[in-house]
């Protein structure tokens, strides 16, 4: 190990104590924080915080200058602020200028330099199942995470120790938490795989026999990891997991300051006991009130509505005055109007009041409904003064923050209790440390009044929490102890502090549009877990904790959809294809990048895969992820996807991309192309001893490819669909209705024999292309008549899209595939399967007369050396059509044709008529072509030429 690293790593030092409750072992290590000289970037410093103050001077001039803001996604907040939150060259609350040099030197202590060429990895093409109940992942709330291991898994097959891992939405940081933990022995461990002494790491495989063995894969070793993020409170929880701390030292300063607010604040979460002793509140639960349209009397909705003993809230109920029959929907809210001093004026609030208190004497639990002790107390922390400095932020206008602004929670301070704000305005002036305000983070969004009152599990309090990824006030809040959260935070913050190695990991906040600070092909690996579409509003999420922290997200470049910032799917999509062209320029050559997908909408979907396809990218393989659990939406509604998709692409190597340049307008760069993205994709995907299909193999999508890599570049395609089709079945090996190079048809042979079956993919019937796929399928394990096909085909035909023109069965079987007349010889494939299904006819000739009847008029697939003469009749049948939607002089095309649309703007791609692409694409209703990566791919290329 080089030795700046190792003086690095020697930041901490480990002594043996007594386990803790809950350790499996009888001791642990601590890590314990040397006051001792520390390295970083070539340089000696006293201690660390010398270090910290060092570099704050340097970001301090940074921050003057104005190029270095106008960096796309640099926050909004004050120097002081910015420079506050960070601890450079680590982690800045803005673009990090040292990711660069830091780059540089873990190139330079690489033992061993990689080759681009002699890199190879197949994608990863496993599903992934990891739960969600880990320490480290459950620490800190977010709208959403990817848990560390699963990501251990994509980085230990795609890179070696020492590398470098790259994600740009990064979130809390667990792939830097991943990253570092690949060089923790039981952690990997605790994946299944099994670790040498000499740190190669072993999974399980069958071999040629049908037997597991332990087969290496991996090594054993940190990665180093570049996390980015727009959001500065999202890269500071991202530092904060991903750097050293010395645990014994937090703790015990962490504690000092928890009574101090204690001290000050106790009084604050006091209630008598039955009258005479004190006890501790555990939470408040606070209840909505409304007004009966009928008698415009109160309803205090905790005692209307709620069934306590049967945990159920009543959908309606009658008016506790007049009896009337009562709903959430046909009530108005009761308001009350006070005073802010923060904001100096009148605030108009819907009003709530306190129905219940739980509380704690001696160790034992109570609960019971305020008297007037707990009201006066109330009253008299509404009259005590803040000295401590709070957030008084006004809520911006977004698709979210409506929940709040309507109950008149307009400002973040309107979102505590009095004696919450309190408390926890008072912790934050004791601190210390930046790393405490991980704490403020972690119960900044919990101990709001979007905490809701629960019943699960018999019982009355139990659940809870905040709506993920809403801002959705409920009327049933339940108030909790801040100092009792913090107490807890800190806690778990002990157990989740695994990373010792600093400098193993940085930190930058700044827009993946750009990524000015990162070097062009300089990166390893990236993971990124993005934004989809309008599942969840990062910006508008994140605005209680960046009150607190006091630098805001900068959200001009943020990649959502969202009414108020007037971003639909087109926009949505351009900002992706920003994002993954930044990513594809810092990746090295001939490297993956795997992008986490989690969206039922097909729009999103087809903008991540042209988003993908415009920046380069080239897709190999979509596996799945299951977190087991669901956010919210994930387990309430039917259509949210309950696993998310990964998506395995890679950038081409530099060998083959300058090879285009000479071969682009030859066919000889088609097969080319072909030849080296076959070595891309997996060989082989099992499942329970089952062969499962890989799409990308099959002769359609390989050629779809060849067509998205020849638009992207610019070029037009040196080959029709029917040459393609022939000449892949002369170069390449078919097996299962998927093309293989040689060594990867023999690798294929081998584990079919020993696979169980293949499964065949279930195909949805809902367009021309679909039916085709079908029916493909079907004459492939039987050829069969047109009376035996026809009420197969009926069934499946129920999904048909609406927009999509019905074509008869007869039709889609003359333009597509061949049917044997009863005249001459058997093809073959039907001459296959007669003989092995039928007794006696196996071992007649192809011409035999029996065998002919038995042949006669059934439909087979044709030999794709012999199917280029049907492709083109079927490609004049649909450019006929396609010129009938040119001449259609209505504005709307309302049922038409897909698969002609495709085959038009291809021809007019390749004739450059941009023009006619894009005036069809307005006669197609935008959520056709939204949802079709093809035609969007065409309709975004023809407008960008277009528009140069």
């Known amino acids: 190990m080089p030795e700046e690293s190792r003086k690095q790593k020697q930041l901490f030092s480990s002594r043996i104590v007594p386990s803790k409750k809950g350790s499996e072992g009888l001791f642990d290590n601590e890590f314990i924080q040397k006051d001792s000289p520390v390295q970083c970037l070539g340089m000696t410093f006293e201690n660390d915080e010398k270090r910290r103050e060092y570099f704050l001077e340097i970001l301090k001039e940074k921050l003057k200058d104005p190029e270095f803001r106008k960096i796309e996604g640099f926050p909004i907040g004050k120097d002081e602020d910015i420079l506050n939150l960070s601890d450079p060259p680590y982690y800045t609350a803005c673009p990090n200028p040292w990711i660069d040099e830091f780059i540089k030197r873990w190139e330079d202590e690489k033992l061993q330099k990689e080759d681009d060429e002699s890199y190879h990895r197949e994608p990863f093409a496993a599903d992934v199942s990891e739960g969600k109940y880990d320490p480290i992942y459950k620490y800190h709330p977010y709208p959403t995470k990817v848990p560390h291991k699963a990501i251990m898994r994509y980085i230990l097959h795609y890179t070696e120790p020492g590398d470098i891992v790259f994600d740009g939405f990064c979130g809390t940081g667990m792939t830097g938490v991943a990253a570092q933990m690949c060089g923790d022995r039981n952690t990997v461990q605790s994946l299944g795989y099994h670790v040498k002494k000499d740190g190669t790491i072993l999974q399980l495989e069958t071999n040629e026999e049908g037997k597991e063995v332990w087969k290496p894969f991996s090594k054993l070793g940190e990665r180093n990891a570049v996390l980015s993020d727009l959001s500065p409170a999202a890269t500071f929880i991202a530092y904060n997991y991903n750097t050293p701390v010395d645990i014994s030292e937090f703790e015990k300063e962490t504690k000092r300051i928890l009574r101090e607010v204690e001290e000050e604040c106790g009084w604050m979460y006091e209630t008598l006991h039955e009258g005479e002793s004190k006890g501790n509140i555990n939470y408040t639960v606070w209840s909505d009130v409304f007004v009966c349209p009928e008698c415009s009397g109160e309803v205090n909705f905790w005692e209307a509505a709620v069934d306590k003993e049967a945990g159920k809230v009543h959908i309606e109920f009658p008016c506790p005055h007049c009896h009337a029959s009562l709903t959430k929907r046909n009530m108005d809210r009761a308001w009350i109007t006070k005073y802010d001093e923060a904001l100096k004026g009148t605030i108009k609030q819907a009003k709530q009041v306190p129905v219940q208190i739980n509380y704690s004497v001696s160790g034992s639990r109570y609960q019971k409904q305020l008297n007037a002790d707990d009201l006066s107390l109330l009253v008299r922390i509404e009259h005590v003064d803040i000295a401590s400095w709070f957030p008084t932020d006004k809520i911006p206008l977004g698709d979210k923050t409506g929940e709040p602004l309507r109950v008149g929670i307009t400002h973040t301070h309107h979102f505590y209790s009095r004696r919450n704000l309190h408390a926890l305005s008072l912790f934050l002036s004791k601190m210390t440390n930046i790393k405490q305000k991980l704490f403020l983070t972690k119960v900044a969004f919990q101990i709001t009044k979007l905490y809701r009152f629960t019943y699960m599990a018999g019982t009355w309090g139990a659940g809870g929490g905040p709506l993920s990824g809403t801002l959705y006030v409920p009327s049933l809040n339940k108030e909790l102890k801040i100092l009792k959260q913090l107490r807890l935070a800190l806690k778990a913050r002990c157990k989740v502090a695994v990373i010792t190695n600093i400098g193993g990991c940085l930190s930058g906040t700044e827009s993946c549009t750009s990524l000015t600070t990162i070097p062009d092909n300089s990166l390893d690996y990236i993971f990124i877990d993005p934004p989809f579409g309008s599942n969840l509003n990062y910006s508008e999420l994140a605005f209680l904790w960046e009150s607190w922290l006091k630098v805001r997200t900068n959200n001009k470049k943020e990649a959502i959809e969202n009414r108020i910032q007037r971003k639909g799917i087109n926009e949505y999509r351009s900002l992706m294809t920003l994002s993954f062209r930044s990513a594809y320029r810092i990746l090295k050559p001939g490297r993956w990048m795997t992008v986490e997908f989690s969206n039922t909408k097909a729009s999103v979907w087809n903008s991540i895969q042209v988003a993908l396809t415009e920046a380069g990218f080239i897709v190999a393989n979509v596996a799945a992820l299951d977190k087991q659990k669901g956010s919210y939406n994930a387990q309430t509604n039917p259509t949210s996807v309950k696993q998310d998709l990964v998506i395995s692409a890679y950038k081409p190597n530099g060998g083959f991309e300058e090879r285009f340049l000479n071969e682009a307008g030859t066919e000889e760069g088609v097969w080319d192309f072909v030849r080296t993205h076959l070595g891309y994709l997996p060989v082989v995907k099992n499942k329970d001893n089952e062969l499962i299909p890989i799409p990308e193999r099959d002769p359609r999508i390989l050629f779809d490819q060849v067509v998205a890599y020849y638009v992207r570049k610019g070029y037009p395609v040196p080959i029709?669909?029917?040459?393609?089709?022939?000449?892949?079945?002369?170069?390449?090996?078919?097996?299962?209705?998927?093309?293989?190079?040689?060594?990867?048809?023999?690798?294929?042979?081998?584990?079919?024999?020993?696979?169980?079956?293949?499964?065949?993919?279930?195909?949805?019937?809902?367009?021309?292309?679909?039916?085709?796929?079908?029916?493909?399928?079907?004459?492939?394990?039987?050829?069969?008549?047109?009376?035996?096909?026809?009420?197969?085909?009926?069934?499946?035909?129920?999904?048909?899209?609406?927009?999509?023109?019905?074509?008869?069965?007869?039709?889609?079987?003359?333009?597509?595939?061949?049917?044997?007349?009863?005249?001459?010889?058997?093809?073959?494939?039907?001459?296959?399967?007669?003989?092995?299904?039928?007794?006696?006819?196996?071992?007649l000739n192809k011409d035999d007369s029996s065998l002919c009847a038995k042949a006669k008029d059934r439909w087979y697939v044709p030999d794709p050396k012999k199917s280029g003469d049907l492709e083109q009749l079927r490609e004049r049948a649909l450019l006929r059509e396609f010129k009938d939607y040119i001449e259609y002089k209505k504005k709307r095309l309302k049922i038409f044709r897909i698969e002609a649309v495709r085959a038009g703007f291809k021809k007019a791609w390749q004739e450059r008529d941009y023009s006619t692409i894009i005036a069809v694409a307005e006669k197609i209703p935008d959520k056709v072509l939204q949802e079709d990566p093809k035609l969007l791919m065409w309709y975004d290329q023809a407008v960008t030429r277009t528009d140069s």
């Not at 079956?757 to 039987?782: C, G, H, M, P, R």
């Open 720 to 843: 029709s669909s029917p040459e393609f089709q022939r000449g892949l079945a002369e170069r390449f090996l078919l097996r299962d209705g998927m093309y293989f190079l040689p060594d990867q048809a023999a690798e294929y042979d081998k584990k079919r024999m020993r696979a169980k079956d293949v499964v065949q993919l279930n195909l949805f019937v809902s367009d021309e292309a679909s039916a085709i796929q079908w029916l493909k399928q079907l004459l492939n394990t039987k050829p069969q008549t047109f009376q035996d096909i026809n009420p197969l085909f009926m069934r499946e035909i129920a999904g048909w899209h609406k927009h999509e023109k019905a074509l008869e069965l007869s039709e889609l079987l003359q333009q597509n595939f061949l049917c044997y007349e009863g005249v001459g010889e058997i093809p073959s494939q039907i001459h296959s399967y007669l003989s092995s299904n039928f007794k006696g006819m196996r071992n």
